[in-house]
């Protein structure tokens, strides 16, 4: 059904049966109305009763206005209608041609004529006999006597009343249930064409009319127009109304129907379509005015940044000089425009300017000296001293403030400088010192534990010794490695690498723990080399220490991943892993000294490989960052490519 209503015949019906049903229900509207006159009284009346009445006050407009021309311009009015005028006494006024031969007259009706003097003001059939009118008037009451010969138009339209009639007395008891039907029908075929216009059977896809291409006010505007043209020649058609006539009427009525309804389908499909706004000469018109207002914004906005930006680069004294002459020039302006054309005003203007123009240019040049000691202080140049000679009050005391400001921060800077050599210093003598027994210890535990033994138990001893004593030589190395990374006391020996070769490099030396640890390794590098400056030594301590964490912290049965890609002139080597332990810290957590992956602590380890790492990338002249998404943890190693 739905695809049938769809198609074109079914729309066809549809249109067809919407037009009927709303002719049907104007038509019954009209009976209605006719119905429900008081005067008439369809129910108690006979109809040749409301017959007479309703043809009689038509009949009356005829007498009116034949008596009216008769009066005022003594002629006949109404071609091919008898009629014949009398006065109150019975003498014949007028009459029009043939009014003698009539031996029966069809319609007499009676008018009372208000005179004003010799000017007829007023000719009204309503009033009593024996009605005076206003003060200063005179009436006078006619009779006109009418026959409307067959074939005239008065005649036809008589008829058609008659006929009108007839339909409302038939149908007076029917005429209101038509009248919901109708209205029924008529709403239930709107809405069901509505629905179909712009579809097609068999798709969901909205299928537009050519009405659709013309913009919709345009259509409607044409629309109006042509209803606002069909006014005057339906009234002209009305006016002398005959079968032929209504028949022409009642197709304009069919003909504006079939436009308002077809303006209607085109409005459905176009909300469908989302085109009902857009599609119009005014959202046309005003999409290109707020392109141009946009285009001319944004004018505005470069030139303001042009402006600002040149404004920004100047120095600061050209800014000022340039701002006191702007200001100058505006209250010049100020002046005139209020109309101070006095000669002693205009001498204290420019006297008042040229004492203030040089104390100001004095007050801009020591904000320069200032702004030069902050900019020095700024970008590290401690030594630099704000010359503050020439300065009064507030001015040389923050110049003054700026030069302690720089003593003061360079007395910290080799105080801190001066803590952190001793700690490096500290850590060094301390490890070393450490370093000596230690190997010792190793050394002979390794020895007790190669000693022949009547007791197991102390060759298990020295086994957990020497483990433990290797760890803590670790341990040492690490600390005293960090603390020269940090420092940056340690020796880097710069030179072209490829960085490819650190991939395959790693994937070799890790292979054998990976599979311990249940991991697959998969790596991925462009074949062109890809080469960086670096210190293949430090370089290699750097993937030693990121794949040991992944080893140790990856959760077993994952793939490890190790790719290498250039991106804007970098080499970008990335390593990603799933971790086994839940990772609730964030990245720069994760970089600081002594954080481990497990909060436990279960794993070997003490925190200062990825510390280490970043400290030796940086180093290089390199960056390492972490990355943590739930469980995925990915460090991204980028250093600059070389040719």
């Known amino acids: 059904m739905k695809n049938f209503i769809r198609s074109t015949a079914g729309k066809t019906i549809l249109f067809i049966i919407c037009i009927i049903s709303f002719c049907i229900f104007a038509g019954s509207m009209a009976a209605s109305a006719i119905l429900l006159q008081d005067d008439l009284d369809f129910y108690t009346r006979s109809e040749e009763d409301i017959r007479r009445e309703y043809l009689a006050d038509s009949v009356r407009g005829y007498g009116y206005d034949y008596i009216w021309s008769a009066l005022q311009n003594d002629r006949e009015y109404g071609s091919g209608n008898i009629y014949r005028i009398k006065d109150s006494a019975g003498t014949t006024v007028f009459e029009s041609a043939g009014a003698a031969g009539v031996k029966k007259w069809d319609y007499t009706c009676s008018y009372n004529v208000i005179r004003d003097g010799e000017n007829i003001t007023e000719i009204s059939y309503m009033f009593a006999p024996g009605y005076t009118g206003p003060e200063g008037t005179q009436t006078e009451q006619y009779t006109v006597e009418l026959n409307f010969p067959e074939g005239s138009a008065a005649a036809g339209k008589l008829e058609l009343l008659g006929r009108v009639i007839h339909i409302a007395w038939v149908m007076r008891y029917t005429v209101f249930a038509v009248l919901a039907a109708s209205l029924l029908i008529t709403i239930c075929s709107f809405v069901a064409l509505m629905s179909a216009s712009g579809r097609r059977p068999d798709t969901e896809e909205i299928c537009p009319g050519p009405l659709n291409r013309i913009p919709f006010d345009l259509l409607t505007v044409g629309c109006m127009g042509i209803g606002i043209l069909a006014v005057p020649i339906a009234d002209e058609i009305v006016r002398d109304t005959d079968y032929v006539t209504f028949l022409i009427a009642g197709m304009l009525c069919v003909a504006g129907l079939n436009v308002l309804l077809g303006l209607c389908m085109s409005a459905s499909a176009r909300i469908k379509q989302r085109t009902f706004i857009k599609n119009t000469v005014i959202f046309m ?74 104390c100001f240019i004095y007050f801009v040049l020591c904000l320069r000296r200032l702004q030069a000691g902050g900019a020095a202080l700024a970008a590290g140049d401690l030594a630099y001293q704000t010359d503050t000679r020439g300065m009064f009050w507030d001015l040389r005391k923050h110049g003054d403030n700026l030069n302690s400001i720089a003593r003061g921060m360079a007395v910290a800077v080799d105080e801190r400088t001066k803590s952190e ?82 991939i395959t490099q790693a994937a070799g030396e890790y292979e054998e723990k990976l599979n311990a640890s249940q991991l697959t390794l998969i790596t991925k590098h462009p074949e062109k080399k890809i080469m960086i400056m670096a210190d293949g030594r430090r370089m290699w301590r750097i993937f030693d220490n990121l794949m040991n964490n992944i080893c140790k912290y990856a959760q077993p049965g ?29 990245e720069e957590e994760l970089l600081e000294r002594f954080t481990r992956g497990d909060a436990s602590r279960n794993t070997e380890g003490n925190g200062l490989g990825l510390s280490i790492a970043r400290s030796m990338a940086e180093l290089q002249n390199g960056t390492l960052r972490v990355f943590t998404d739930g469980d995925l943890f990915k460090a991204v190693l980028t250093f600059p490519a070389v040719m």
């Open 421 to 502: 050599r001793m700690k490096a210093q500290l850590i060094t003598n301390v490890s070393h010192d450490i370093k000596t027994p230690l190997t010792s210890i190793i050394n002979y535990a390794s020895l007790i534990s190669q000693e022949p033994a009547e007791n197991e138990k102390i060759k298990e001893y020295s086994e957990v010794l020497v483990r433990q004593s290797v760890k803590l030589k670790r341990l040492l190395e690490d600390l005293v490695e960090a603390s020269r990374a940090s420092s940056g006391n340690m020796e880097v020996s710069m030179a072209p690498c490829d960085a490819s070769v650190f």
């Open 285 to 358: 018109c005003l999409k290109w005015c707020w392109n141009v207002l946009c285009w001319f914004w944004g004018l505005l906005v470069r030139l303001h940044n042009f402006n600002m930006t040149l404004i920004r680069n100047m120095p600061l004294v050209s800014k000022a000089v340039l701002a006191v002459l702007g200001l100058s020039f505006a209250e010049m302006v100020a002046l005139l425009a209020a109309g101070s054309n006095n000669e002693r005003i205009m001498i204290m203007f420019f006297l008042e300017k040229i004492i203030l123009i040089p």
């Open 558 to 586: 994952t793939r490890v991943y190790l790719t290498l890609e250039e991106d804007a002139g970098n080499a970008v080597i990335t390593f990603k892993n799933t971790s086994r332990d839940e990772l609730d810290m964030s």
